[in-house]
């Protein structure tokens, strides 16, 4: 596990934007796992910026997001389908047909995930995974737990998550229970992994998975097994860590 520091907020989303634009240059037609979530936002602006000027070309690329809320239509402005449109495939020149996201929408549930994991494992698994992280050390939506996740599944949410995520919602009682996830051992097949975390509610999650005990009660932790997985993180994100 590679950790670079940054200085804020802008800073991690520069370096996370440059570390994907080189991926997109070196394999045009390369598969990004992408997330959600604050985090990537100023990510996403920064590769538009740069794709607009005709520096980051997202013609060939195909995108595989890691999760949805169950239950939300792709147009409510509180989906990951929306989030995703409205952040990043609206202001680039990505072909939306190659644009995945799980289908919180599917009543039948299993199948969803079992169509979702079919579609990972056809494009061959991510060649970049980028993931933010949970305060308590989720990633995607894989929730501590005694035991690893493996392919897409449906969650229940925890009362940490669903408290984070309420603010985007109106409180905690209308962010949906239930969200489908891409699980671990999917997103550990992915060839490179770029975690971005920025603020001091991180600081505990980030210790944890850098340096604590690999463990599924902290699900990001399994990323110090990852034999190529760089984590860019803020001034406060790291707060807790030792310093270099
Ligand atoms: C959400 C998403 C995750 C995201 C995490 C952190 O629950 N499912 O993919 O990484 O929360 O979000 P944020 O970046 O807003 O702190």
């Known amino acids: 596990m590679r950790i670079i520091y940054a200085t804020d907020y802008r800073d991690m989303s520069r370096k996370a934007a440059?570390?994907?634009?080189?991926?997109?240059?070196?394999?045009?037609?390369?598969?990004?796992?992408?997330?959600?979530?604050d985090s990537p936002i100023g990510t996403y602006d920064q590769l538009a910026a740069w794709n607009q000027k005709g520096d980051c070309d997202f013609s060939q690329v195909s995108t595989y997001n890691l999760d949805e809320y169950v239950g939300l239509a792709p147009e409510n402005p509180q989906s990951y389908h929306y989030f995703m449109r409205k952040n990043l495939f609206s202001r680039v020149n990505i072909d939306m047909a190659n644009t995945y996201i799980p289908n919180g929408c599917?009543?039948?549930?299993?199948?969803?995930?079992?169509?979702?994991?079919?579609?990972?494992?056809?494009?061959?698994?991510?060649?970049?995974?980028?993931?933010?992280?949970?305060?308590?050390?989720?990633?995607?939506?894989?929730?501590?737990?005694?035991?690893?996740?493996?392919?897409?599944?449906?969650?229940?949410?925890?009362?940490?998550?669903?408290?984070?995520?309420?603010?985007?919602?109106?409180?905690?009682?209308?962010v949906p229970r239930r969200a489908l996830s891409v699980g671990v051992q999917t997103i550990m097949l992915a060839r490179r992994i770029l975690v971005i975390a920025s603020g001091e509610t991180k600081a505990r999650a980030v210790y944890d998975m850098c340096f604590g005990p690999v463990t599924p009660a902290c699900p990001a932790s399994i990323l110090q097994l990852h034999p190529n997985c760089t984590v860019i993180i803020d001034q406060d994100a790291a707060s807790l860590c030792p310093k270099e």
Request: glycine share 10%; hydrophobic share 40%.
């Open 18 to 37: 440059n570390i994907i634009s080189a991926q997109v240059i070196l394999k045009p037609d390369c598969v990004l796992g992408l997330a959600t979530g």
């Open 106 to 174: 599917n009543p039948d549930i299993e199948a969803a995930c079992t169509e979702y994991d079919a579609l990972v494992a056809a494009a061959g698994y991510p060649d970049l995974q980028l993931l933010g992280i949970g305060q308590n050390g989720h990633i995607g939506f894989n929730e501590p737990d005694v035991s690893f996740s493996k392919g897409t599944h449906c969650v229940e949410l925890s009362a940490s998550t669903l408290r984070a995520n309420s603010r985007l919602f109106d409180g905690p009682d209308s």
